[in-house]
Each structure stands twice: as structure tokens, then as C-alpha cells.
């Protein structure tokens, strides 16, 4: 049981780390001119951006945490701590991608809703 849970978190770590998600930082793309007060509503939209998902990486490394520990319970108390590392870790992993992605479009969503011409 172990081998196949290492190989499924293996697989979901390469997959995450393939993510092709835009970090909030990473420039905006426009489809026009910049308008007034850009650079302020970005400098305001990005700081909001940033708050989004705080606190969602931990929970979701927590309960892998409490998941691949249970799955490691079935076979030994060392297989346990095993379990539970790698689940926080893949938890963790894909809770990250998750909050950039949702940081991202927030970004740009809340750019778009100023008024100004961004596509990404």
C-alpha cells in the first residue's frame, strides 16, 4: 500500500510542479492602452490579490497530513509518519498552485473591473 501511495505522491508533485500558473507578481497583459490611476489600482489590486487563500496552504497540508497518515496506519507506526509527511507535503503542494491561481484571477479580474484592458 505504501509503494502505490509513494508513487501517487510522487506523480501529483511532478504534476504540480509542471503547473503552468502566472504568479501574482508576473506583469499584466493588455489588450490596450494603460488608463489613469493604473498603476495605483494595480499597486491596490495586487496587495488584495496577495490575501487571497491565507491560511489554505496549512489546512490543506494538515489534512494530507491526516490522510497519509491513516493510509500509513494500515501497515506500521513508521509507515504512519511516513504517510503523513509526504500527504502534508503533496497537500501543501497542490493547495499552493490552487492559491496562485486564484490569486492570479482575482488580479486580474479586479484590474478589469477599474476599467483597464488586461487579459492576463
Known sequence: MTGKF?????????LTACDETVPVNAP???????????EADEAQCRSMARQVG??????????????????GATESRDKAAVGALLGAVTGAAIADAQVKQAQRDY??????????PVVG
Open 6 to 14: 509513494l508513487t501517487l505522491t510522487a506523480l501529483i508533485l511532478l
Open 28 to 38: 499584466l497583459q493588455l489588450n490596450g492602452p494603460t488608463g489613469t490611476h493604473f
Open 54 to 71: 491565507q491560511g489554505y496552504i496549512q489546512q490543506s497540508a494538515a489534512l494530507g497530513g491526516v490522510g497519509g497518515a491513516l493510509v
Open 107 to 116: 488580479l486580474v479580474d479586479c484590474m478589469q473591473q477599474a476599467g483597464h
